[in-house]
């Protein structure tokens, strides 16, 4: 066994977490109050390489380990929560795309993401189908060379602002979770609108619905084979699922970390409030659960760099990571007292952003459904 990460790695976090201190962090409450999307930071973190970490060199990117990737999303994410999806989201995209995508939507998209300059959302909930997600009712119909889409998507990650969108269809609405296929849709092919949400957080995420009202694309602009897009992309899901765990306990940690630096400094009854067990315990209980998780993320991305099982891992980390930030946000903000719930510190804006990834990728109860399928095995599955 080998718990250390390399040396490259290590000099990795350094080098990011000196950018996000400095970049990121002081800005990271402005995006929320103004609900500006900080498209400049997205072109500054693809100088950096963050935005295509997992985009091979030939399309610009460095096709840096999963494990590196995870170490750019925790420390993203300490310094600006919602920033981390340029890691985080491209992570997914560059696997989908550069293992799925024609060489035509390759040479004209992935380019241009890897570097921050363009942005894609993934959109495949809909507003009758989440969790079931072979639900899903928008269709994709032949026509010659190309296909047709009709139909609504919701709860999209930078709708507002993406310049493409990576459509999930039916292209056989018999078929169930057989029949969907995935495209590659400009967010300026006539027939697309966008709807922004107004969220209680990722503000600057700019979640919202795309609607498609007869959206021609190219056949050339599928992604994966016809019919195959839930078997083949979703498995891209068991990254994302890791890196929004380690995201949701960059949050956390930095959190835990600003509290412990509170309660040693702030005195009450005549001592340091860090001094009182009632003070140090729950902190050290969430400091406790965030390095386990931690570590277990960690784990579950260097299987999947040795390219071996990690599906029931990864939903692992996607239920409990998140709840478990949640709680130790929860937490900071009562051990800060009154001031803990202004919106001076960055506390409370943590715990409305962490929030949503509880649901976004899969809620606890989904991923929970994974692992009992995975452990218990097929027989088992509800449905
Ligand atoms: C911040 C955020 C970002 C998102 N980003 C994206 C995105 O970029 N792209 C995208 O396509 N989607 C995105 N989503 C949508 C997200 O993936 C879905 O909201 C999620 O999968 C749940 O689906 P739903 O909202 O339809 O809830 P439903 O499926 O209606 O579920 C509602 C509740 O019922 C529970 N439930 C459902 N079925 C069962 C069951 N069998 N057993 C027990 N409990 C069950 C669920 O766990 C949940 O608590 C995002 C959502 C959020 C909040």
New binding site residues.
């Given amino acids: 066994m080998d718990f250390s990460f390399t040396e490259e790695q290590t000099q990795w976090r350094e080098v990011v977490r000196d950018f996000a201190r400095r970049e990121l962090a002081p800005q990271y409450t402005y995006w929320d109050r103004t609900g500006v999307f900080p498209r400049e930071l997205w072109r500054a973190m693809g100088r950096l390489g963050l935005t295509g970490l997992r985009v091979s060199e030939a399309y610009g990117g460095s096709g840096a380990d999963c494990v590196t990737t995870g170490i750019a999303a925790e420390e993203i994410a300490r310094a600006d929560f919602n920033a981390a999806y340029a890691v985080m989201?491209n992570a997914l995209l560059a696997e989908v795309m550069e293992s799925h995508a024609t060489e035509a939507v390759k040479a004209s998209w992935l380019a241009p993401m890897a570097a921050g300059e363009r942005l894609i959302?993934?959109?495949?909930?809909e507003p009758g189908?989440?969790?079931?997600?072979a639900q899903i009712a928008t269709r994709a119909e032949r026509k010659e060379n190309a296909y047709v889409l009709t139909g609504e998507?919701?709860?999209?990650?930078?709708a507002a602002v993406a310049d493409a969108f990576v459509v999930f269809a039916k292209t056989d609405p018999q078929a169930g979770a057989r029949g969907v296929s995935a495209f590659l849709v400009p967010r300026d092919a006539p027939g697309v609108e966008v709807h922004k949400y107004q969220?209680m957080g990722?503000v600057a995420?700019g979640?919202g619905s795309v609607f498609l009202d007869h959206v021609e694309v190219p056949e050339d602009y599928r992604i994966g084979d016809e019919h195959r897009a839930f078997y083949q992309l979703m498995k891209g899901f068991d990254f994302s699922r890791v890196l929004i765990c380690l995201q949701c306990l960059g949050a956390a940690m930095q959190s835990l970390e600003e509290t412990a630096d509170h309660v040693k400094r702030r005195r009450a009854f005549g001592r340091p409030l860090a001094q009182f067990q009632g003070v140090a315990f729950p902190l050290v209980e969430y400091h406790t659960w965030v390095e386990m998780i931690r570590w277990f993320s960690y784990r579950a991305l260097w299987l999947r760099d040795r390219g071996l099982p990690h599906t029931k891992e990864a939903s692992m980390c996607k239920w409990l990571g998140p709840q478990i930030a949640v709680q130790a946000i929860h937490e900071c903000i009562l051990l800060h007292g009154h001031y803990g719930y202004t919106k001076d510190l960055p506390l409370e804006q943590r715990l409305r952003d962490v929030i949503?990834?509880e649901?976004?990728?899969?809620?606890?109860?989904?991923q929970k459904?994974v692992i009992a399928r995975e452990w218990l095995g097929k027989e088992y599955k509800?449905?």
């Fill in positions: 989201l959302a993934i959109a495949v909930t189908a989440g969790s079931d997600v998507k919701s709860g999209i990650s930078l969220d990722h995420v979640r949503g990834l649901i976004g990728d899969g809620t606890a109860q989904t459904m509800p449905y």
